[in-house]
């Protein structure tokens, strides 16, 4: 299947619309292939999120979303008391898949408000819940530019000359485009500011690896693929200016979670002076979890940690533990960047509000 209308030079939209179905960029394949998936019923949906074909915290939000609406398709039934209620198995479903990324659960009580509030046929819920995923993931990508633009208010001022690291791919194939960490990168790169990017490899699934720097290639930005060893070493010698991460929830503390391996890079870039920031959609707050210490820690496939590709790295004998993610602690956290500006941790709450709007 040809490439276009999904990535083109700067433009990737890992999970769109056509004609009558989903269709994914596989994320399991990059950078060696470029295969799009179609996805046409709800299940299907659940399996792309669970193995990860589509990843990344607004992007998984934006296709259960779709999930939803596909599932809502499938529903065979006329009477809409009969149809809610099979819809909230397609959500528990789509629930079921990933744990620690919020915009998930977010996104799905979304479409099952969308339900809920409206007194209409079935085949008007339908149509009502398509056009509610289509919405989502428009307004994800405006996020993301919002993101990119409010990021560059608190970079350091240094023109043509910003070296940026960052951890895990929160790039335009985590959201529905342009990306939150990787989209203030990209919009530091846009107006001139941007000398460099750091990308940590990201152990063990390498998505900095195999995606940050495909994302950098498609767009011509520089970039320095490391370890996540590295990182320490880098600041050390005084090459990395700010860091800037993606989230998969964030407490009303502030407390993040996102990649395995974040929580050592703040800790690093806390050791050297260097700002640290976090860079989310307000979907991504989990207002309802006071500390990061109550936000789900999804543990994956030991096989990750054993293997790298096909090959088995240690011995019979050796036992595993595979955390996807990790909480960095609020006071490591120099600023979270969200489309509505940029906020201290321990002043997160004023966005409180808004979720209510
Ligand atoms: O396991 P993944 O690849 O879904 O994890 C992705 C991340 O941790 C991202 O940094 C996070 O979701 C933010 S994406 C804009």
């Given at each position: 299947?040809?490439?276009a209308p999904f990535a083109s030079v700067s433009q990737v939209y890992p999970v769109v619309w056509v004609q009558d179905r989903v269709v994914l960029i596989d994320q399991t394949r990059l950078p060696q292939e470029y295969t799009l998936v179609e996805i046409s019923r709800s299940e299907d949906m659940a399996h792309a999120i669970r193995t990860m074909i589509v990843r990344g915290a607004p992007a998984i939000g934006v296709a259960a979303a779709y999930g939803m609406a596909l599932g809502a398709r499938e529903i065979e039934t006329q009477d809409r008391g009969k149809f809610l209620s099979h819809l909230e198995q397609v959500a528990?479903?789509?629930?079921?898949?990933?744990?620690?990324?919020v915009n998930l659960f977010w996104a799905i009580e979304r479409m099952l408000?969308?339900?809920?509030?409206?007194?209409?046929?079935?085949t008007h819920l339908?149509?009502?819940?398509?056009?509610?995923?289509?919405?989502?993931?428009?307004?994800?990508?405006?996020t993301c530019e919002a993101i990119g633009e409010q990021g560059l208010r608190v970079l350091p001022q240094s023109p043509g000359e910003l070296r940026l690291l960052t951890h895990c791919n929160a790039g335009a194939l985590a959201t529905a485009g342009y990306g939150t960490a990787l989209g203030v990168v990209r919009s530091a790169w846009r107006s001139g500011r941007l000398e460099r990017l750091y990308a940590d490899e990201t152990r063990p699934r390498l998505q900095g690896a195999k995606l940050t720097t495909w994302e950098c290639v498609q767009e011509g930005i520089p970039v320095t693929l490391i370890t996540d060893g590295m990182a320490a070493h880098c600041m050390q010698?005084?090459?990395?200016?700010?860091?800037?991460?993606?989230a998969d929830r964030i407490a009303a503390n502030g407390d993040t979670a996102n990649k395995i391996g974040t929580y050592s890079l703040a800790l690093v870039a806390q050791a050297h002076g260097v700002p640290f920031y976090v860079a989310a959609p307000l979907s991504t707050i989990d207002f309802s979890l006071t500390t990061g210490t109550q936000i789900p820690i999804e543990e994956r496939d030991p096989a990750e940690v054993y293997q790298v590709g096909e090959t088995v790295i240690c011995p019979d004998g050796v036992s595993f533990y595979n955390p996807a993610f990790d909480v960095t602690p609020a006071w490591l956290i120099a600023g979270i960047i969200t489309e509505f500006g940029v906020f201290k941790p321990a002043s997160l709450t004023q966005l409180q509000e808004r979720v209510a709007q």
């Open positions: 299947m040809s490439s528990q479903q789509l629930r079921q898949t990933r744990p620690t990324a408000r969308v339900a809920r509030q409206t007194v209409a046929p079935v339908q149509q009502l819940l398509l056009e509610e995923a289509q919405r989502l993931g428009e307004e994800d990508v405006r010698r005084g090459l990395v200016d700010a860091v800037v991460v993606g």
